[in-house]
């Protein structure tokens, strides 16, 4: 894991009307554009984590927790993706790679899906790595 500095918490923002509206339901769009993927509050250092993929996560919209999982639930560990993904993209020194959302995404949520509006206020939050807090404008 030599090529892997750390790890960071990344809010993995979508535009849900691009994606699966006005789109055509291609989701690339609906994902990249500006401000979509905030990153923070720090990079934590491989050698300060005992362990990456024993690690809580949450994510909570206006206080209220929406998603509230384990990295130990992740499909894939790290050091997979990291060697699949180098089989098809040149990976470079700082490049990001997010793992994958937990359950409780708002839009899949029955029978009320749920959408951020302007004013909200979310938090992502990874043990031992730290919380990142965005409002919607």
Request: a neutral charge.
């Amino acid at each position: 894991m030599d090529y892997v500095i750390g790890y960071t918490v990344g809010h993995d923002v979508s535009a849900r009307d691009w994606q699966l509206k006005k789109n055509g339901g291609q989701w690339l769009l609906g994902k990249t554009m500006d401000s979509f993927c905030p990153i923070g509050p720090a990079i934590v250092t491989k050698d300060e984590l005992s362990d990456p993929h024993k690690l809580g996560l949450r994510c909570r919209v206006n206080g209220q927790t929406m998603q509230n999982s384990n990295t130990d639930q992740l499909v894939f560990k790290t050091e997979a993706l990291v060697s699949h993904l180098s089989r098809f993209v040149t990976l470079h020194p700082g490049d990001i790679i997010l793992t994958g959302t937990p359950p409780g995404v708002g839009v899949f949520r029955k029978p009320n899906p749920i959408y951020l509006k302007r004013g909200d206020v979310v938090e992502c939050e990874i043990d031992g790595i730290g919380t990142i807090t965005n409002k919607v404008v």
